[in-house]
């Protein structure tokens, strides 16, 4: 999932589709890039790798 957080601390509405509550959104939208260019803050997750894999350098 990704959080994404408004410009406005604690904002609550529906902005180009997406619904924030107190200035944050959990979700997984399709596009990104208007947020990005508005000063959303953006988190995404981070990959874990799979259970009982390793990798191995060098």
């Known amino acids: 999932m990704t959080v994404i957080h408004t410009p406005v601390e604690g904002f609550s509405g529906e902005v180009a589709g997406v619904v924030f509550e ?10 990104l890039s208007y947020f990005e260019r508005h000063g959303y803050s953006i988190e995404e997750p ?3 790798p799979a259970r009982g894999k390793t990798t191995k350098e060098g």
């Open 22 to 31: 107190d200035g944050v959104n959990v979700t997984d939208p399709e596009d």
């Open 46 to 48: 981070t990959k874990k």
